[in-house]
């Protein structure tokens, strides 16, 4: 019966072989290819197969062995024993091939003990043709007829003797069992079949696999392997095997993917039984099964019907394994970071038909040729490891793919995007490719990266109306054509600045961005564009890593909509206060910048969410917080500036006011102090005013440095420096009326008069009344000028007569302190003692250093920046009291207390006692001396014996200065 099954076998085998056609040479190949082959036959063909055969085999096993033991050297498994697999498969393709064009074929191999690879070949290409060889039955006499009878040396497959087949079975099981996975269906035995086939050819248990000198020994006169196995079928049967009746569907063919996975079962060779033992069966529960990080070469799991997720990520896997073909809901599949060989094509139609609903399918650090067959995976991702090949694929069996991420593999333009219509997202970033090639024609794209790689020119997107997400970051861009109008979120970090102004045309028309990125282009300001109003809802701004040195005023245009911020890693020494205008921002970066402190007004962004404020890279700052500042500010940015804006902190500043008549000197007097205090000396900021005398009101804010007499150390030892606010009045007699709007209790007022001229003809004293009558206790400096003017010899009486005067004006204002000087701005005489006694008098006043809560300057910050927005300048108590709640000031008497002082200090004008005038708020003083100044000047001559015209107004004021609802 064994010789008929035999000699049925080789009818098979050899059915092809057609003697009447004569025009068709045998082909013979040649597994060696060392040397021509010696015969007597005609018209023959040969081919030289060149395969890895005796010592090369032998020591690509050893490789695989080392691998499997110290979990190193994977590059030389695959460039070994893993391509060697392929190869085999490949050559018997060759063989398969040409039986199916009915040409005989005959192999030819070396001598018996040197090489067996011919035997190899053979099997392969014969399991590959007839599906008998695919069964239990059919797979033992084939052993028996192509091995067994060849009398292969078994016993020697530790590679020593005389005798030995260089690992020839080794990569013939495991060459089936790669068929196996690429083929589950075709085979009726399992892999479990091979891995005891191939452990009871080595263990001496059944007298099949004996050496031929054992078989005289009763030892070896036992039970056949085959019977064992035949009594055992359920065992080693697969659930999947299907019995095809169609011939031509019998037919396999070997799938090229360069190389072939190894088995699972090589890591305990000759100990099968250990390796049983050790990789038990997996018992798998509801939801999420976790197999990551177990070293694991294949999985055996009884049931998946419960799995909604897998992953079998950080393992030793070369294939997906065949117990995963059972009927599972599962929607993800993590098999990052193995050893996958390939996805192959029957096997993914299978794993599609028991998982459904597998819709994500993860291969991360994978180095394979890309899967022809994915079913319903919707979502691809591939990072960190190789496409090898890209060939067949065909858009039929990709349909479902919607989105694909395939980033640090190398990737050129192997793969031809248009064969996946329906991807919406597409991120190719970290890859090495040069050009967009099909991907601008993916109509269905809504989400496009590719960055770090080496595209220099952007085609016409605009095509890609879906388009909403691009990134270009990290490009060598040269040029830009039209960007999709729909583009919600684009990033363009470190792209060349040259392009930067192409660049720019294109972003001003996408108005609807909410997210921007241009980090790392080398922006020394910021672009226009951003702040112009283009952008509806932009809510994410990225400008770090580039040279910005300041943050413009009309950033707060972005307040509606900027919810992110990051200006890191620029040159930044200071935050203005329109940055805290921006009401909405819960993330701000400003680390690694020059900054000199966090000003308080960042208090003003309440919205800053914990952990999402970065300060840190800027030394100053660092320098200035204590370790429980730095730790509470890193952690919650809020309450951090609620305890400071709580902090009371002393204030050093004051007014100076300076009256008298029409050149007396004030304003030259103004400049020489502020120049000896070394400020930089301002020009006449009134709109009316002119370089002779004054027309209005000139403000001048300047500071000084006070050295602490040491009599007076112990108030003052930390030398403050005091802030200055210098208002000077117009001397002309028709403005006198006006200045009672702006005195103020926290002033020292300077009259001037001509030291040339008696003082009494100066008009002092009528500068005395009309401050008395406006303030309680006012202090005084009454300073003569022109001193290089005055005769040497006749100023000691001058001085005495000075000093009459003074005591004179003390009796008649009582409640005044009055000092007083003698001073020539241009000889600078008596200006050292001069400075000197103004300096003592300042630090002398009430109030001086007293403590104020931190939103006191806070509030002051707002409004100074606010007055740039409001023209007028002039808010309702309401918009008031909106800005005291945003500064923390939310008591109203609190609130009315801090605006009193702002107007002491001159910041803004109110009338807090005026019924008409006490509802509104004056933010810009100048304002309100111009508009002064229009009415009552020498400039005009609309006023006529002293009255004006109401219809004349219209000419005087006009909008949007001065509103015409304004005029009353």
Same mark, same amino acid.
């Given at each position: 019966?064994?010789?008929?099954?035999?000699?049925?076998?080789?009818?098979?085998?050899?059915?092809?072989?057609?003697?009447?056609?004569?025009?068709?040479?045998?082909?013979?190949?040649?597994?060696?290819?060392?040397?021509?082959?010696?015969?007597?036959?005609?018209?023959?063909?040969?081919?030289?197969?060149?395969?890895?055969?005796?010592?090369?085999?032998?020591?690509?096993?050893?490789?695989?062995?080392?691998?499997?033991?110290?979990?190193?050297?994977?590059?030389?498994?695959?460039?070994?024993?893993?391509?060697?697999?392929?190869?085999?498969?490949?050559?018997?393709?060759?063989?398969?091939?040409?039986?199916?064009?009915?040409?005989?074929?005959?192999?030819?191999?070396?001598?018996?003990?040197?090489?067996?690879?011919?035997?190899?070949?053979?099997?392969?290409?014969?399991?590959?043709?007839?599906?008998?060889?695919?069964?239990?039955?059919?797979?033992?006499?084939?052993?028996?007829?192509?091995?067994?009878?060849?009398?292969?040396?078994?016993?020697?497959? =530790?590679?020593?003797?005389?005798?030995?087949?260089?690992?020839?079975?080794?990569?013939?099981?495991?060459?089936?069992?790669?068929?196996?996975?690429?083929?589950?269906?075709?085979?009726?035995?399992?892999?479990?079949?091979?891995?005891?086939?191939?452990?009871?050819?080595? =263990?001496?248990?059944?007298?099949?696999?004996?050496?031929?000198?054992?078989?005289?020994?009763?030892?070896?006169?036992?039970?056949?392997?085959?019977?064992?196995?035949?009594?055992?079928?359920?065992?080693?049967?697969?659930?999947?095997?299907?019995?095809?009746?169609?011939?031509?569907?019998?037919?396999?063919?070997?799938?090229?993917?360069?190389?072939?996975?190894?088995?699972?079962?090589?890591?305990?060779?000759?100990?099968?039984?250990?390796?049983?033992?050790?990789?038990?069966?997996?018992?798998?529960?509801?939801?999420?099964?976790?197999?990551?990080?177990?070293?694991?070469?294949?999985?055996?799991?009884?049931?998946?019907?419960?799995?909604?997720?897998?992953?079998?990520?950080?393992?030793?896997?070369?294939?997906?394994?065949?117990?995963?073909?059972? !009927?599972?809901?599962?929607?993800?599949?993590?098999?990052?970071?193995?050893?996958?060989?390939?996805?192959?094509?029957?096997?993914?139609?299978?794993?599609?038909?028991?998982?459904?609903?597998?819709?994500?399918?993860?291969?991360?650090?994978?180095?394979?040729?890309?899967?022809?067959?994915?079913?319903?995976?919707?979502?691809?991702?591939?990072?960190?490891?190789?496409?090898?090949?890209?060939?067949?694929?065909?858009?039929?069996?990709?349909?479902?793919?919607?989105?694909?991420?395939?980033?640090?593999?190398?990737?050129?333009?192997?793969?031809?995007?248009?064969?996946?219509?329906?991807?919406?997202?597409?991120?190719?970033?970290?890859?090495?490719?040069? =050009?967009?090639?099909?991907?601008?024609?993916?109509?269905?794209?809504?989400?496009?990266?590719?960055?770090?790689?080496?595209?220099?020119?952007?085609?016409?997107?605009?095509?890609?109306?879906?388009?909403?997400?691009?990134?270009?970051?990290?490009?060598?861009?040269?040029?830009?054509?039209?960007?999709?109008?729909?583009?919600?979120?684009?990033?363009?970090? +470190?792209?060349?600045?040259?392009?930067?102004?192409?660049?720019?045309?294109?972003?001003?028309?996408?108005?609807?961005?909410?997210?921007?990125?241009?980090?790392?282009?080398?922006?020394?300001?910021?672009?226009?564009?951003?702040?112009?109003?283009?952008?509806?809802?932009?809510?994410?701004?990225?400008?770090?890593?580039?040279?910005?040195?300041?943050?413009?005023?009309?950033?707060?245009?972005?307040?509606?909509?900027?919810?992110?911020?990051?200006?890191?890693?620029?040159?930044?020494?200071?935050?203005?206060?329109?940055?805290?205008?921006?009401?909405?921002?819960?993330?701000?970066?400003?680390?690694?910048?020059?900054?000199?402190?966090?000003?308080?007004?960042?208090?003003?962004?309440?919205?800053?969410?914990?952990?999402?404020?970065?300060?840190?890279?800027?030394?100053?700052?660092?320098?200035?917080?204590?370790?429980?500042?730095?730790?509470?500010?890193?952690?919650?940015?809020?309450?951090?500036?609620?305890?400071?804006?709580?902090?009371?902190?002393?204030?050093?500043?004051?007014?100076?006011?300076?009256?008298?008549?029409?050149?007396?000197?004030?304003?030259?007097?103004?400049?020489?102090?502020?120049?000896?205090?070394?400020?930089?000396?301002?020009?006449?900021?009134?709109?009316?005013?002119?370089?002779?005398?004054?027309?209005?009101?000139?403000?001048?804010?300047?500071?000084?440095?006070?050295?602490?007499?040491?009599?007076?150390?112990?108030?003052?030892?930390?030398?403050?420096?005091?802030?200055?606010?210098?208002?000077?009045?117009?001397?002309?007699?028709?403005? &006198?009326?006006?200045?009672?709007?702006?005195?103020?209790?926290?002033?020292?007022?300077?009259?001037?008069?001509?030291?040339?001229?008696?003082?009494?003809?100066?008009?002092?004293?009528?500068?005395?009344?009309?401050?008395?009558?406006?303030?309680?206790?006012?202090?005084?400096?009454?300073?003569?000028?022109?001193?290089?003017?005055?005769?040497?010899?006749?100023?000691?009486?001058?001085?005495?007569?000075?000093?009459?005067?003074?005591?004179?004006?003390?009796?008649?204002?009582?409640?005044?302190?009055?000092?007083?000087?003698?001073?020539?701005?241009?000889?600078?005489?008596?200006?050292?003692?001069?400075?000197?006694?103004?300096?003592?008098?300042?630090?002398?006043?009430?109030?001086?250093?007293?403590? &104020?809560?931190?939103?006191?300057?806070?509030?002051?910050?707002?409004?100074?920046?606010?007055?740039?927005?409001?023209?007028?300048?002039?808010?309702?108590?309401?918009?008031?009291?909106?800005?005291?709640?945003?500064?923390?000031?939310?008591?109203?008497?609190?609130?009315?207390?801090?605006?009193?002082?702002?107007?002491?200090?001159?910041?803004?004008?109110?009338?807090? !006692?005026?019924?008409?005038?006490?509802?509104?708020?004056?933010?810009?003083? +100048?304002?309100?001396?111009?508009?002064?100044?229009?009415?009552?000047?020498?400039?005009?001559?609309?006023?006529?014996?002293?009255?004006?015209?109401?219809?004349?107004?219209?000419?005087?004021?006009?909008?949007?200065?001065?509103?015409?609802?304004?005029?009353?």
């Amino acid at each position: 019966e064994s010789n008929q099954k035999k000699l049925g076998l080789l009818e098979v085998t050899f059915k092809g072989r057609n003697p009447h056609i004569k025009d068709k040479p045998w082909l013979v190949f040649d597994v060696c290819g060392s040397k021509k082959i010696s015969t007597s036959m005609e018209n023959q063909e040969i081919v030289y197969c060149q395969l890895p055969l005796g010592p090369a085999l032998e020591n690509n096993w050893r490789n695989l062995q080392s691998f499997l033991q110290t979990k190193t050297g994977f590059e030389q498994v695959v460039q070994g024993w893993m391509t060697d697999v392929n190869n085999f498969g490949v050559n018997a393709n060759k063989i398969v091939e040409f039986f199916v064009q009915k040409r005989s074929v005959a192999v030819q191999g070396s001598h018996l003990h040197k090489s067996v690879g011919h035997i190899l070949v053979t099997s392969i290409a014969e399991v590959l043709i007839d599906k008998y060889y695919r069964t239990v039955e059919g797979f033992a006499m084939l052993v028996e007829k192509d091995w067994l009878s060849f009398r292969y040396p078994f016993y020697a497959t =530790s590679g020593t003797g005389k005798e030995t087949g260089y690992r020839l079975w080794e990569m013939f099981i495991n060459v089936i069992y790669v068929l196996l996975l690429q083929y589950p269906l075709d085979f009726q035995y399992n892999t479990h079949f091979l891995e005891w086939v191939y452990y009871e050819s080595t =263990s001496e248990r059944f007298s099949t696999f004996c050496h031929r000198e054992k078989r005289t020994k009763g030892a070896a006169q036992g039970e056949s392997a085959w019977d064992y196995a035949l009594a055992h079928l359920p065992e080693f049967t697969n659930p999947r095997y299907v019995d095809k009746k169609n011939a031509d569907d019998c037919i396999l063919e070997w799938v090229n993917s360069g190389h072939s996975p190894f088995c699972h079962f090589w890591q305990n060779v000759g100990n099968y039984e250990e390796w049983f033992v050790n990789n038990s069966k997996f018992t798998t529960g509801p939801g999420h099964l976790d197999l990551s990080k177990l070293s694991l070469y294949d999985v055996n799991v009884t049931s998946l019907r419960q799995v909604t997720s897998i992953n079998l990520s950080n393992n030793f896997l070369v294939h997906l394994p065949l117990s995963f073909l059972t !009927t599972s809901p599962s929607t993800s599949l993590d098999l990052s970071q193995n050893y996958l060989c390939g996805l192959y094509p029957e096997f993914m139609k299978l794993l599609a038909r028991d998982m459904p609903k597998l819709d994500t399918l993860i291969l991360d650090g994978a180095r394979m040729a890309f899967p022809q067959y994915l079913g319903p995976v919707t979502t691809l991702r591939w990072n960190k490891g190789s496409i090898l090949k890209a060939e067949g694929l065909v858009t039929e069996n990709l349909r479902n793919l919607e989105s694909i991420q395939i980033c640090s593999t190398g990737l050129v333009s192997s793969l031809d995007f248009s064969l996946f219509p329906r991807v919406r997202e597409l991120d190719l970033s970290d890859n090495e490719l040069a =050009s967009f090639g099909e991907i601008s024609n993916m109509p269905s794209l809504v989400v496009l990266k590719l960055a770090y790689n080496k595209i220099s020119n952007v085609p016409d997107l605009s095509p890609l109306r879906k388009l909403t997400y691009l990134d270009l970051s990290n490009n060598p861009l040269t040029s830009v054509k039209r960007l999709p109008r729909g583009l919600k979120s684009i990033s363009l970090s +470190n792209v060349p600045l040259p392009v930067s102004g192409e660049l720019f045309t294109h972003l001003a028309k996408l108005s609807g961005l909410t997210q921007l990125d241009l980090s790392g282009i080398n922006l020394g300001v910021w672009p226009s564009f951003i702040l112009d109003g283009v952008f509806e809802d932009l809510r994410d701004l990225n400008l770090a890593q580039n040279r910005l040195r300041a943050i413009p005023s009309n950033v707060q245009n972005l307040k509606k909509t900027l919810v992110k911020l990051n200006l890191s890693k620029n040159k930044l020494t200071y935050i203005p206060t329109n940055l805290g205008f921006l009401a909405n921002l819960e993330e701000l970066d400003i680390s690694n910048n020059n900054l000199e402190s966090l000003p308080t007004h960042l208090g003003l962004l309440k919205k800053i969410k914990s952990g999402k404020f970065r300060w840190e890279g800027n030394k100053k700052v660092d320098e200035a917080l204590t370790p429980e500042e730095k730790s509470l500010l890193s952690s919650d940015f809020c309450e951090y500036m609620l305890q400071k804006f709580q902090l009371r902190t002393p204030h050093y500043r004051f007014k100076l006011m300076m009256v008298g008549e029409e050149k007396m000197g004030k304003s030259t007097l103004m400049r020489k102090i502020v120049s000896l205090w070394g400020g930089q000396v301002q020009q006449n900021q009134s709109a009316t005013g002119d370089s002779i005398s004054t027309d209005g009101i000139d403000i001048t804010n300047t500071k000084f440095v006070y050295n602490t007499p040491a009599s007076k150390k112990g108030r003052w030892q930390n030398h403050p420096t005091v802030d200055i606010s210098m208002w000077d009045f117009a001397g002309q007699e028709l403005y &006198y009326v006006t200045h009672q709007f702006f005195l103020s209790a926290m002033s020292i007022y300077i009259i001037l008069y001509d030291l040339r001229q008696p003082i009494t003809s100066s008009r002092v004293e009528f500068w005395l009344y009309s401050i008395s009558s406006k303030i309680e206790c006012p202090q005084v400096f009454i300073v003569g000028t022109h001193l290089d003017g005055v005769d040497k010899a006749s100023l000691p009486s001058l001085v005495a007569d000075l000093e009459v005067q003074r005591k004179k004006f003390a009796a008649t204002f009582p409640s005044m302190r009055i000092k007083m000087a003698q001073v020539s701005c241009i000889s600078g005489e008596g200006f050292s003692t001069f400075l000197e006694n103004l300096e003592d008098f300042i630090m002398q006043q009430n109030g001086m250093g007293k403590s &104020y809560p931190q939103s006191t300057a806070v509030l002051e910050s707002v409004l100074l920046e606010e007055k740039k927005n409001f023209m007028p300048p002039v808010i309702q108590k309401t918009q008031m009291y909106q800005y005291g709640r945003l500064c923390g000031l939310v008591d109203e008497a609190e609130l009315l207390e801090v605006c009193q002082l702002l107007h002491d200090f001159g910041v803004i004008i109110h009338f807090p !006692t005026d019924p008409m005038l006490s509802s509104i708020f004056i933010l810009d003083p +100048n304002w309100l001396t111009e508009l002064i100044a229009s009415l009552i000047t020498t400039k005009h001559r609309w006023a006529q014996n002293g009255l004006l015209k109401n219809s004349n107004l219209l000419q005087i004021w006009r909008a949007p200065k001065y509103p015409q609802e304004m005029h009353h």
